[in-house]
């Protein structure tokens, strides 16, 4: 019984700390910044899952709720770039290339987290991954020190993968735990990056 409860408890956590920041496309606040979480490519593309977050993240784009996209994925060898497939995927779907930022050392969530925060100047965001992911992602950003929203992308199937993927959450909420508990440092950090500051200044003033 007392592994079970040190097994469950840091999910546990991710319910109780983030169930206010979760939103939907339509209720999120408008927000500078949207993070898109890197979700593993299929032949050079998107793979479909995230294919539908960087769906969410055109839409929240197109409706006026963010302005700039910081898409955060792994580009660890020559022949793997998620943010590049991320951002061509997004100038497909009617996003401004200057509008969309990268970070080539989004390697997990934790890593994004500290990134946007520490190397892209991202204090306040809108973050889009999976519903089975999204609390994990928002803990993680908060402790960070990111403000931050969490919005499901749509069109998943619940299928074996999205089980998968959400029994996986159990065990990786473990580890989210002792990130925001140590905060260690990213695995790549580097200098500040101005991509962000740029691409909203180049929107203009925030309307409204």
Known sequence: ???CVLTLSPAAWLFT??????????TVPRTDVAVVFGAGLWDGEPSP???H???TAAGLYHAGRVRVVLVTGDNSRDDYDEPDAMRAYL????VPGDRVVEDYAGFDTWDSCVRARKIFGVDRAVLISQGFHIRRAVALCRAAGVESYGVAATGDAHDVTWYYGAGREVFAAGKAALDA???PDPHFLGPREPGVARALAA???EPG
């Open 1 to 3: 019984m007392g592994l």
């Open 17 to 26: 700390t983030t169930g206010g920041q979760l939103r939907t496309p339509d």
């Open 49 to 51: 899952y995230l294919a």
């Open 53 to 55: 977050r960087l769906d």
């Open 91 to 94: 100038t497909e779907h009617g």
């Open 181 to 183: 508990l140590f905060e």
């Open 203 to 205: 929107t203009g003033p």
